[in-house]
Structures are given as structure tokens and as C-alpha cells.
């Protein structure tokens, strides 16, 4: 997605310790329509300005504006140097009180509406939207230009387009879209995602995990969960009285600096096991269900206070799902089957990224703050296909001479 990124650095005066108010502006890519996406690290009180010309606010013929405070936002429009307030968000949908979080502006001048979101932008995490009045609604068109006040360091995000629907979650070939799908918004095709989305369904796409020449590796990977001796087994039971993930995450390929660990990632689910609320170090990604079924939980950002998810779907066996920097990226998984679930999860950093973060944050809820996990793996793939085979071989020779 075309977008464009502005920093915006709070401006300090020798003779106060408190930075001062700074304004400064930015263009919107196309004039009226966008969304703004807000990175505040902090919890100091922000304002967004819209405006027909390149001036401060109360210059400006027509405006207008998103205040967001501790408590609330509030959206409003300034006629002459006058403010006016249109609406205000409920309680509880102002700043996050931890500090680091997204904050979104959406500007509609196809359908006439401002919306206010936190966390992704998307319309499930709106918290304020309203629809202009007939008197107001014609300046939308003529808006071009982004004034944004604040006490401290806030990076924005320009999108061309306002947040208006949410995107598909499931990645299907081209040959299974159809029309119903095009309307409905059930299914997307990978040419629609980023490059390194693309990429990445392009490697695993086809991969199945029973093959020709291993037609019961499933079946051999439930033997070694459920056996007391199985490398499986054994390992899950070390990692519960570790502060490790209790799932297993087995590498493919080495990690080169292009992906927060392994590029690609076995990660197997018995019954019952989930991951804690995570994203994934601003990567994009592709999961892929090869074996059984997954429940996805998807939450608006990561914070010890947001672990309500605005959307539960369930990946099924074959299906594909996605994540980018800005969209599907903070995440729970867990295994509510009976029987075990296995995953191919694929990463890469953007292209356009030039600082690449190491690791997932994680809630942990034991510790009530956010937790840095390191992405590394249990085992690499081709050790752990040898010793499950090996397994599978003992067990199906034990079988048959125990028959005989």
C-alpha cells in the first residue's frame, strides 16, 4: 500500500523543562480522502488539524480537527478562527495509559465521515465515527493539508485511502475466487497484499505436510505427543516449567536478517495449548494450516489493557491467513480441538524497513506488562523429521511384532 511517513519531533526551549507545543504540517496524498495514523509513544494529549490551506488552524477558513486526551477524543470544525465540537468518543477511548499505541484520523469526502480508531486501522476498531452535516460536508473535498499539535514526539503514517471496510482474512488461489467472495469480502488473492506477502505465500502455497515419501508424518507427530517418550512429548514438558512458549516451533532455513528469527516456522498445537497475545516485530506474514485447526484472535494493539479481541475466526486445514506492519499483526492462537494442529508460519521484514526488530512482544499477564520473546526454535526441521520418522518406524515395528 502507497503511503507516507512523516515525523513529527517535539521542540524544546532552554528556559522551560516542559517541550513545547509543536505544529507542523504534511500534505494528504489525495485531496479530502485518507487516514492518518498517529504513533504516539506517550500518553501527552494530541491534536490532528485537516485543512484547505497550508496555515495554523486558526488561519484557516476551513478545518477540522481530532482532539484526543486521556479520556476521549473529539472531532470538530473551525469556521472563521471558531471551534465548533461535531461529536466526542466515549469515555475510555482516549489514551492509552501505557504509552506506546496507534491512533487513527480516517477522512471519507466519498461518503462524508470522519472516524477515530485506535490500534489498527480498520472499521473494528473505531471508536468515533460521524457522518457531516449538509452545511459542512463540501469542505471535505477541498482538504489537503495535516497539522499536528503535541508535547512530544509523534511519527504519522499517511494512507491514500479512509478506513471504510475491513480487509479479508483468508488468502485463496486465484482459480477459487468468485464472485460472492469479491462481494462479500470473505477472500482475498495474494496479489492484493505486500510484496513480501506475496513472496512468502509464493514458498509455501503448495506445501502439504504429508508427502509421498512420509504419507503419516501427522499421524507419526500425534505418536510422539501422546508417547511419555517422544521427542515431542519429552520437550513440551520441559517448557512448561520454563518461561518459553509451550508450543513447539521447529526452523526452516537461516535466519539472515531478513525475518524476526526463522524465515519459516513448523509450529505444532496439541489440544488446548495458545500462545499469549503477541505480534510479530512489525514483519509481514503468512500462516498457513497444514494439519487439524487453529482459533486466530485478533486485538486492536498490545497492551496489558486491551485483551478483548475485535475479531475470532477459525483457520482450518489447507486455509492461508496474513499480517503486515500496520494489519493482523497482534494476534492469540490456540488450539480448541481435540487433536492436534500444525502450522507453517513465514516472516519477512519490508523492504523499506531499515531497522529490523529481533523479537515479538508478548502480554504477560503473570508479570502484568509487556514481555520481549527472542524467536528462536526448538529444533530445525530436518533433525525433527528424522528423529519423528525414526519414532514412527520404532512404533509401527513394535506394533507389528507385538501382532506376530
Same mark, same amino acid.
Given at each position: 500500500?502507497?503511503?507516507?511517513?512523516? &515525523?513529527?519531533?517535539?521542540?524544546?526551549?532552554?528556559?522551560?523543562?516542559?517541550?513545547?507545543?509543536?505544529?507542523?504540517?504534511?500534505?494528504?496524498?489525495?485531496?479530502?480522502?485518507?487516514?492518518? =495514523?498517529?504513533?504516539?509513544?506517550?500518553?501527552? *494529549?494530541?491534536? =490532528?488539524?485537516? %485543512?484547505?490551506?497550508?496555515?495554523?488552524?486558526?488561519?484557516?477558513?476551513?478545518?477540522?480537527?481530532?482532539?484526543?486526551?486521556?479520556?476521549?477524543?473529539?472531532?470538530?470544525?473551525?469556521?472563521?478562527?471558531?471551534?465548533?465540537?461535531?461529536?466526542?468518543?466515549?469515555?475510555?477511548?482516549?489514551?492509552?495509559?501505557?504509552?506506546?499505541?496507534?491512533?487513527?484520523?480516517?477522512?471519507?469526502?466519498?461518503?462524508?465521515?470522519?472516524?477515530?480508531?485506535?490500534?489498527?486501522?480498520?472499521?473494528?476498531?473505531?471508536?468515533?465515527? %460521524?457522518?457531516?452535516?449538509?452545511? +459542512?460536508?463540501?469542505?471535505?473535498?477541498?482538504?489537503?493539508?495535516?497539522?499536528?499539535?503535541?508535547?512530544?514526539?509523534?511519527?504519522?503514517?499517511?494512507?491514500?485511502?479512509?478506513?471504510?471496510?475491513?480487509?479479508?482474512?483468508?488468502?485463496?488461489?486465484?482459480?477459487?475466487?468468485? &464472485?460472492?467472495?469479491?462481494? %462479500?469480502?470473505?477472500? /482475498?488473492?495474494?496479489?492484493?497484499?505486500?510484496?513480501?506477502?506475496?513472496?512468502? @505465500? *509464493?514458498?509455501?502455497?503448495?506445501?502439504?505436510?504429508?508427502?509421498?515419501?512420509?504419507?503419516?508424518?501427522?499421524?507419526?507427530?500425534?505418536?510422539?505427543?501422546?508417547?511419555?517418550?517422544?521427542?515431542?512429548?519429552? +520437550?513440551?514438558?520441559?517448557?512448561?516449567?520454563?518461561?518459553?512458549?509451550?508450543?513447539?516451533?521447529?526452523?526452516?532455513?537461516?535466519?539472515?536478517?531478513?525475518?524476526?528469527?526463522?524465515? @519459516?516456522?513448523?509450529?505444532?498445537?496439541?489440544?488446548?495449548?495458545?500462545?499469549? =497475545?503477541?505480534?510479530?516485530?512489525?514483519?509481514?506474514?503468512?500462516?498457513?494450516?497444514?494439519?487439524?485447526?487453529?482459533? +486466530?484472535?485478533?486485538?486492536? %494493539?498490545?497492551?496489558?489493557?486491551?485483551?478483548?479481541?475485535?475479531? /475470532?475466526?477459525?483457520?482450518?486445514?489447507?486455509?492461508?491467513?496474513?499480517?503486515?506492519?500496520?494489519?493482523?499483526?497482534?494476534?492469540?492462537?490456540?488450539?480448541?480441538?481435540?487433536?492436534?494442529?500444525?502450522?507453517?508460519?513465514?516472516?519477512? @521484514?519490508?523492504?523499506?524497513?531499515?531497522?529490523?526488530?529481533?523479537?515479538?512482544?508478548?502480554?504477560?499477564?503473570?508479570?502484568?506488562?509487556?514481555?520481549?520473546?527472542?524467536?528462536?526454535?526448538?529444533?530445525?526441521?530436518?533433525?525433527?523429521?528424522?528423529?519423528?520418522?525414526?519414532?514412527?518406524?520404532?512404533? +509401527?515395528?513394535?506394533?507389528?511384532?507385538?501382532?506376530?
Amino acid at each position: 500500500m502507497n503511503r507516507q511517513k512523516v &515525523l513529527f519531533s517535539e521542540k524544546h526551549n532552554s528556559s522551560i523543562t516542559q517541550p513545547t507545543i509543536q505544529q507542523k504540517s504534511a500534505r494528504l496524498l489525495v485531496a479530502g480522502q485518507g487516514t492518518i =495514523i498517529a504513533h504516539q509513544k506517550g500518553n501527552l *494529549a494530541f491534536s =490532528i488539524h485537516i %485543512t484547505t490551506q497550508l496555515a495554523k488552524t486558526e488561519d484557516c477558513c476551513y478545518a477540522f480537527s481530532l482532539n484526543v486526551d486521556q479520556e476521549n477524543a473529539t472531532f470538530s470544525y473551525w469556521l472563521d478562527g471558531e471551534e465548533t465540537v461535531i461529536c466526542k468518543s466515549d469515555s475510555g477511548t482516549g489514551l492509552n495509559r501505557e504509552g506506546k499505541c496507534l491512533y487513527w484520523f480516517s477522512l471519507d469526502s466519498t461518503n462524508y465521515r470522519l472516524s477515530y480508531g485506535i490500534g489498527e486501522p480498520r472499521e473494528l476498531c473505531t471508536c468515533l465515527s %460521524t457522518d457531516l452535516s449538509s452545511s +459542512i460536508k463540501s469542505w471535505l473535498k477541498n482538504i489537503q493539508y495535516i497539522c499536528v499539535e503535541s508535547r512530544q514526539n509523534i511519527e504519522i503514517d499517511i494512507l491514500p485511502l479512509p478506513v471504510t471496510e475491513d480487509p479479508p482474512l483468508l488468502v485463496v488461489e486465484r482459480s477459487q475466487i468468485t &464472485l460472492e467472495f469479491l462481494a %462479500t469480502k470473505k477472500a /482475498t488473492v495474494i496479489e492484493n497484499l505486500t510484496v513480501e506477502c506475496q513472496r512468502l @505465500y *509464493a514458498n509455501i502455497a503448495g506445501i502439504e505436510l504429508n508427502t509421498p515419501d512420509f504419507p503419516c508424518f501427522s499421524k507419526a507427530i500425534e505418536q510422539s505427543l501422546t508417547n511419555p517418550k517422544g521427542w515431542c512429548h519429552q +520437550i513440551l514438558s520441559n517448557k512448561k516449567n520454563s518461561n518459553m512458549p509451550t508450543y513447539l516451533r521447529i526452523g526452516m532455513g537461516t535466519n539472515q536478517g531478513e525475518s524476526p528469527g526463522c524465515p @519459516y516456522v513448523l509450529e505444532i498445537w496439541p489440544s488446548g495449548y495458545f500462545s499469549p =497475545i503477541h505480534n510479530h516485530a512489525d514483519a509481514n506474514a503468512i500462516i498457513k494450516v497444514l494439519h487439524g485447526e487453529i482459533t +486466530i484472535k485478533l486485538f486492536s %494493539t498490545l497492551s496489558t489493557l486491551c485483551q478483548t479481541p475485535f475479531k /475470532t475466526f477459525l483457520l482450518k486445514e489447507g486455509e492461508v491467513t496474513w499480517m503486515t506492519p500496520l494489519l493482523n499483526k497482534t494476534h492469540q492462537l490456540h488450539n480448541e480441538s481435540t487433536s492436534v494442529c500444525v502450522t507453517i508460519q513465514c516472516y519477512a @521484514y519490508p523492504l523499506t524497513t531499515n531497522c529490523h526488530y529481533p523479537y515479538f512482544d508478548y502480554v504477560d499477564n503473570h508479570e502484568n506488562c509487556i514481555q520481549h520473546f527472542e524467536p528462536i526454535s526448538d529444533i530445525d526441521f530436518l533433525t525433527f523429521q528424522r528423529i519423528i520418522r525414526q519414532e514412527w518406524e520404532m512404533f +509401527i515395528h513394535k506394533n507389528i511384532t507385538s501382532y506376530l
